[in-house]
């Protein structure tokens, strides 16, 4: 069955970086596009980010532009998820996803908490 | 960026009777790229509905949507215990990708 598992996330300093990782299985996922979405406590859902199928394409919402890159490694079935100069208010859960019919299935989440 | 409103914010009803959730979109949505999702405490979301009408795979019948353009419904015709929770719309026709602020329906 279509399985996606976050990790990467913790406690880092606001200015600080930290790297999501997303592994996939269950699916072909060099077929699909994927995306980030968060949820800060509390809070409803954000989409973040999306990368096409072969990684050509991407997309990030304003909040996050230019300080989080969005990658994958279709050999590896793996997509990925860097975040620089890191912000409280980018304290949330991380969920990757695939972004095909809306997102289709979800991973449970890691959860990044920015905080001196 | 298109903005979706979702009325009521919460929704107070009793096990068996009928749920009508609203979103409404700041601009009218192409080919109704409209998804609807449910989400529990402690819980991932999950997807319901697609292209604004289609269920997704497993979903219960009694999840229905409806609507184009601008204006979409969520039916949940008789509510059972499991799906007192909190529905969110999404677009996914236009980038950035949009939510819905989310509707709580909870247990009168």
């Known amino acids: 069955q279509v399985q996606l598992v976050e990790s990467g996330g913790g406690l880092v300093k606001p200015g600080g970086s930290l790297r999501l990782s997303c592994a996939t299985s269950?699916?072909?996922?060099?077929?699909?596009?994927m995306s980030w979405i968060r949820q800060a406590p509390g809070k409803g859902l954000e989409w973040v980010s999306y990368?096409?199928?072969?990684?050509?394409?991407?997309y990030y919402a304003d909040s996050v532009k230019g300080r989080f890159t969005i990658s994958r490694d279709n050999a590896e079935n793996s997509l990925y998820l860097q975040m620089n100069s890191l912000r409280a208010d980018d304290t949330a859960v991380y969920y990757c996803a695939t972004d095909e019919r809306g997102f289709d299935s979800w991973g449970q989440g890691t959860l990044v908490t920015v905080s001196s | 960026e298109i903005v979706l409103s979702q009325s009521p914010g919460t929704l107070s009803l009793s096990p068996g009777e009928r749920a009508t959730l609203s979103c409404r979109a700041s601009q009218s949505l192409s080919s109704s790229y409209l998804a609807w999702y449910q989400q529990k405490p402690g819980q991932a979301p999950r997807l319901l509905i697609y292209?604004?009408?289609s269920r997704a795979t497993g979903i219960p019948d009694r999840f229905s949507g409806s609507g184009s353009g601008t204006d979409f419904t969520l039916t949940i015709s008789r509510l059972e215990p499991e799906d007192f929770a909190v529905y969110y719309c999404?677009?996914?026709?236009?980038?950035?990708?949009?939510f819905g602020q989310g509707t709580k329906v909870e247990i009168k």
């Open positions: 269950g699916f072909t996922f060099r077929d699909y596009y």
């Open positions: 292209g604004a009408s």
């Open positions: 999404q677009q996914y026709g236009y980038s950035p990708r949009t």
């Open positions: 990368i096409s199928n072969g990684g050509s394409s991407t």
